[in-house]
């Protein structure tokens, strides 16, 4: 399978500067040589060098011989194709200052600070009322006893009463609706195609011609799983011979291979595999260690957002017929993240993370003794923990599931719940939504806008979650084979607008905002992939 694999968007090609391409190329370089891999790669190189076979008087040769057969030199790659990938989400490449990581847009990164604000103040409120500290050390017996109920925190009943969610989608999208550019008058930009949406701000975003140039694996000529491995005339061929490839992918041990296949959909048996070789995730001792120090922080401080998980929780999976069996493995997961500071960087390298900062009593406003709540630097909002849901089918070692979790958060979920002018963030994801649905299906947009029941108003719990929670289990996996194999979530926007466009007769029908979320209250029955097919395609 030997292939020349193209470099992701954002990569070292931009960089016109050879110096400055120099100095990333020496960057992760450095970095590599920080890492287990480059000890592992060391010690196998030492060992085969005094076996017969090693030929000393081109040792350079040999070794680089020997590292490509042992599958050595395609750990490598991978590892290099991902420090590549988190570029934009690292703050420590060389040259870049911290200040270069903060929102570029003015009104944007003003709302986003006042954004955070709020919910601070929420939080301290909430401390306030109920008369409970952000955090605590716990009792040395309330210590043992979490430790014991580790993998049974379904049973303990705490008293929840008083404990709100700090916000929900809909405090967020009147945030959203609410931004304005004082610069910008929307009513005589030539270019708006947003007309009648509710994030009126000149943000860029692709049209279906564009999504169609991206999504060319989606065409309808192009066998996908979601299709036709259900059709009865193509499913036992098309299966078979999907898997086949699947296995000779995850032997090729290629990450850039793995995405390129993800594109048409992995299947069930091999999905986590796949996923795993996608996001990079292999679990070994140094892995299970930091786990197992992060549930130690668990058991040793009691956090208020402890309370807002259990909450979130209750709220949510445990009353979902597909989830409920996942309780004890969410709460798990979900306390875990809360402590995780590989998180806040990653926050603060989107530029999203600043407000959260709390003091040692008594030490208000000095540095030295400020720190970061939680340590992850997330507030959890009403639905969060449906994102570690659909992965609960997935896998079952909890430190795999919350590896895979932290991955696909961080790279594509971390900005569906803050305010930027990241192409890939919630703003431009929502703008997308509205112009695609405005473009195609324009007719049922300006119906619902004039019964009051914006479209965006419905879809953007949608969007915020990626769909967990609102699709079936096995049409979210689906859909997130789709994110993780083109990198982008802006398909998400695609299938909002492929669910409309398939409802559009009930909904051109409805005479309220009530009626119209009636009409997309369950979503479970649908078959997502195809609905996206016919959305990009059937024209």
């Known amino acids: 399978m030997d292939e020349v694999v193209p470099l992701p968007s954002g990569s070292l090609l931009k960089y016109s500067n050879t110096d400055e391409l120099c100095d990333i190329i020496l960057h992760i370089a450095l970095k590599l ?7 592992q790669m060391k010690c196998v190189s030492q060992d085969s060098v005094v076996t017969p076979s090693c030929n000393s008087c081109d040792l350079k040769s040999f070794i680089r011989t020997y590292l490509h057969d042992s599958g050595w030199e395609n750990k490598l790659k991978n590892a290099v194709y991902m420090e590549v990938m988190r570029q934009g989400l690292s703050p420590t490449w060389p040259g870049i200052s911290s200040d270069s990581h903060k929102e570029p847009v003015g009104y944007l990164r003003k709302s986003q600070n006042t954004w955070e604000k709020r919910i601070l103040k929420s939080l301290n ?38 404990f709100r969610p700090v916000y929900a989608p809909k405090d967020f999208l009147e945030v959203i609706e609410n931004l304005h550019n004082s610069n910008c008058n929307m009513s005589h930009h030539s270019s708006a195609s947003n007309r009648w949406g509710m994030v009126r701000i000149p943000i860029n975003t692709k049209d279906i011609h564009q999504l169609r140039s991206v999504f060319t694996e989606l065409s309808i000529g192009t066998c996908q799983i979601g299709i036709d491995d259900t059709s009865e005339l193509t499913t036992d061929a098309f299966s078979a011979d999907k898997e086949t490839l699947g296995n000779k992918v995850l032997h090729h041990n290629s990450t850039p291979i793995a ?52 909450k979130d929780i209750k709220l949510t999976a445990t009353n979902d017929d597909f989830y409920f069996v996942f309780e004890d493995g969410l709460y798990q997961a979900a306390l875990v993240f ?27 406003g000095i540095e030295e003794f400020g720190v970061y709540f939680p340590p992850s630097g997330v507030i959890p909002f009403h639905g969060f923990a449906m ?31 803050c305010i930027s002018s990241h192409p890939q963030g919630i703003v431009s994801l929502c703008v997308l939504f509205e112009t695609i649905l405005q473009a195609e299906q324009p007719d049922l947009f300006h119906h619902l806008k004039s019964v009051g029941a914006q479209p965006l108003k419905i879809a953007f719990r949608w969007l915020m979650r990626a769909f967990a929670g609102f699709l079936a289990p096995d049409q979210i996996l689906l859909l997130w084979d789709r994110m993780l194999g083109y990198d982008s979530v ?25 009626a119209a979320e009636a009409v997309l209250a369950d979503l479970t029955t649908l078959k997502i992939i195809p609905l996206i097919q016919v959305t990009l395609y059937g024209k």
């Open 33 to 39: 040589q920080q890492t287990q891999l480059h000890a």
């Open 125 to 162: 409120s909430m401390c306030t009322e109920i008369g409970i500290p952000l955090a605590r050390k716990r009792a040395k017996q309330e210590q043992l006893e979490m430790k014991s109920k580790w993998t049974e925190l379904g049973t303990d009943e705490p008293d929840l009463s008083r």
């Open 259 to 310: 995405k390129q296949y993800s594109k048409s959909g992995c299947p069930s048996g091999l999905r986590s595999k796949l996923w795993s070789l996608i996001l990079a995730v292999s679990v070994d001792e140094k892995d299970v260690l930091y786990y197992n120090q992060l549930k130690t922080y668990v058991l040793l401080y009691d956090l208020l957002v402890d309370k807002l998980i259990f």
């Open 338 to 364: 809360s402590r995780d500071t590989y998180v806040l960087r990653s926050l603060s390298a989107a530029g999203t993370s600043g407000s959260f900062k709390s003091y040692i009593r008594g030490k208000l």
């Open 387 to 417: 994102y570690i849901s659909p992965l609960c089918f997935l896998f079952s070692d909890p430190v795999r599931l919350y590896l895979t979790f932290r991955e696909i958060y961080c790279r594509y979920l971390i900005r569906l719940h």
């Open 490 to 514: 802006d398909i998400l926007a695609v299938a909002a607008v492929a669910i409309f466009t398939y409802r559009r007769n009930n909904l051109m029908s409805v005479a309220s905002l009530a």
